[in-house]
């Protein structure tokens, strides 16, 4: 399974159904997402990078489309999957409420940090600056190279987009050595290496929350890059889309 990896959560073509199931059920019972007698429902949604969030309070047998999930009822488990987008976790411990939301650039410039703090408000009563948040390991800063395009959209919709992105200009060892081997005819007189662009996934959703109203001491990044830890995480890119997928859960426990 993937190089011999184990607890691959996510139903994928590369992974049998059965190894799927067999570790989830492992994964729930290690997360203590268990009754008596029973593990907790598992509610996932079919991922396709939205800004739809589901408040849920039972699990059903219908599938549900979005990307995110809030609830408030004891005894269930609310997850979803990622293998290089980031996993957001809002918890609210006076109303006793959760969600789970999944951000990759698409998300995010659609503002799914946002509008989850704003649906639990709406759902729950939840004011922001109870909340806390967690920021799931995901591609970071360092190995998210993106397009030109990308950056123009999110600067049509972010004041501060400018200081998410960085602009790394490639190297060659040899032009640099021997620059009189690349002149070209055209002005200035050398052609130019392009310039590659990389972008703060996990900045941008921080600011998201921040400007929601939760507390910036309230948030927590894990330092963890999918693309640079191939051999502890799953990264769709680092791995070239053979690879499995990891969970992002919440829920709360019933009282005693």
Known sequence: MYGG??????????????????????????????????????????????????????????????????????????????????????????????????????????????????????????????????????????????????????ESQFAYAAGLFREVKESDVVRDKYPLLFLTARAPGHSELPTRMFLDLVEANRRQLVDAGVPAKNIDASELCTACRPDLLFSYRAEKGITGRMMGVAGIRRAE
């Not at 989830?24 to 290690?30: E, P, S, T, V, Y």
């Not at 990622?82 to 959760?98: E, G, Q």
Request: glycine fraction near 10%; charged fraction near 25%; aromatic fraction near 6%.
């Open 5 to 154: 990896r184990a607890l691959n959560l996510g139903f994928t073509k590369d992974d049998s159904r059965e190894a799927v199931e067999r570790n989830r059920r492992a994964f729930l019972k290690q997360a203590g997402a268990k009754s008596v007698r029973d593990l907790w429902p598992l509610i996932t949604v079919r991922q396709v990078h939205s800004d739809v969030i589901h408040c849920v309070d039972t699990a059903s047998d219908r599938q549900l489309t979005g990307d995110g999930l809030v609830t408030s009822t004891p005894g269930i488990l609310i997850a979803i999957q990622t293998a290089d987008c980031l996993p957001l976790i809002l918890v609210d411990s006076k109303r006793r409420a959760v969600g789970v939301f999944h951000a990759g650039w698409r998300g995010t410039l659609k503002r799914i940090a946002e509008k989850g703090v704003g649906e639990m408000r709406r759902c729950f009563g939840t004011e922001p600056r109870h909340m806390k948040a967690a920021i799931g390991p995901g591609i970071h800063g360092c190995c998210y190279e993106v397009g030109e395009e990308v950056r123009q959209k999110f």
